[in-house]
C-alpha cells in the first residue's frame, strides 16, 4: 500500500521564479495538507484540503497557494520566490480530517531558492 | 495563538543511558501526537494520545498527556543509536485540522 508520494524531491529555484510541487495521498484518504519546515525547525501548517476545497490556512502569504484535485491528490504553488522560501515542503493526508489519529506525511520535496 | 515549546532542542547521550523530552504550552490540545523524523524523510507517527493523563507504552518509549492537555512527555528507556532522529510533538488545535508542532529535539545516541 503505498503512502505518501510527493515529486519532485528535490528542486533549486531562482528568487522571482513560480514553483510548483505535487503530491498523491495515501489510499483512502481524502484529506491533503501541506507544511513548510526550515532546517532545525518544526514543520509549519500551511493550509489544509478537503472536498477540492481549502478547508483551513496557517499564518502564510498568498504568494502560497493550492489545489486539490477530484482525485485527492494535490499541488501546492509558491510564486514571486524568496530566499526564504527554501524549505522541505511537506504534504500529510489523513481520513476525512481525522487528525486524532495522526497524519502520514510523505517524504517533502526540498526546495531551494538561489 | 497556541504554542508549543519543546525541550530540550538537543540532545546527545551514551547506549543505555535514560531521557526524557518535554512538550509544553499554556493552551489546551484536543489531543498530541508524537512523531520521529529521520534525514531527508517525513516525520512518521509514533503515538496519539487523546485522554488528561493518559500513559501510552511502545516498547522502550512511554508517552505522557498531562493531566489540563497542556502538556506532554516522552520517556527513553536505555536509548539505542537506532532510537537517534528528530522527535518532534504536535498538538491538533482548537480550530481542527491544523498541527501545531514544537520546534523538535534532535536526539543522538552514541555506541
Known amino acids: 500500500d503505498a503512502g505518501v508520494t510527493q515529486s519532485p524531491t528535490h528542486l533549486i529555484k531562482t528568487r522571482g521564479q513560480q514553483v510548483t510541487l505535487r503530491c498523491s495521498p495515501k489510499?483512502?484518504?481524502?484529506?491533503v495538507s501541506w507544511y513548510q519546515q526550515a532546517l532545525g525547525q518544526g514543520p509549519q501548517f500551511i493550509f489544509q484540503?478537503?472536498?477540492?476545497?481549502?478547508?483551513q490556512r496557517g499564518n502564510f502569504p498568498d504568494r502560497f497557494s493550492g489545489h486539490q484535485f477530484p482525485n485527492y491528490s494535490s499541488e501546492l504553488n509558491v510564486n514571486a520566490l524568496l530566499l526564504g522560501d527554501s524549505a522541505l515542503y511537506l504534504c500529510?493526508?489523513?481520513?476525512?480530517?481525522?487528525?486524532?489519529?495522526?497524519?502520514?506525511f510523505g517524504s517533502g520535496t526540498r526546495l531551494t531558492v538561489v | 495563538t497556541q504554542l508549543l515549546e519543546q525541550s530540550p532542542q538537543f540532545l546527545s547521550i551514551q547506549e543505555g543511558e535514560n531521557l526524557t523530552v518535554y512538550c509544553n504550552s499554556s493552551s489546551v490540545f484536543s489531543s498530541l501526537q508524537w512523531y520521529r523524523q529521520e534525514p531527508g524523510e517525513g516525520p512518521v507517527l509514533l503515538v496519539t494520545?487523546?485522554?488528561?493523563?493518559e500513559v501510552k507504552k511502545l516498547k522502550r518509549l512511554t508517552f505522557q498527556f498531562g493531566d489540563a492537555r497542556k502538556d506532554s512527555s516522552l520517556h527513553i528507556t536505555a536509548a539505542q543509536p537506532g532510537d537517534t532522529g528528530l522527535y518532534l510533538c504536535a498538538g491538533v488545535g482548537n480550530q481542527g485540522g491544523k498541527l501545531i508542532f514544537g520546534q523538535g529535539t534532535e536526539l543522538s545516541v552514541k555506541p
Open positions: 484540503y478537503y472536498e477540492e476545497e481549502e478547508r
Open positions: 500529510a493526508s489523513s481520513p476525512g480530517g481525522a487528525v486524532t489519529y495522526g497524519y502520514t
Open positions: 489510499s483512502g484518504h481524502d484529506t
Open positions: 494520545v487523546v485522554t488528561g493523563g
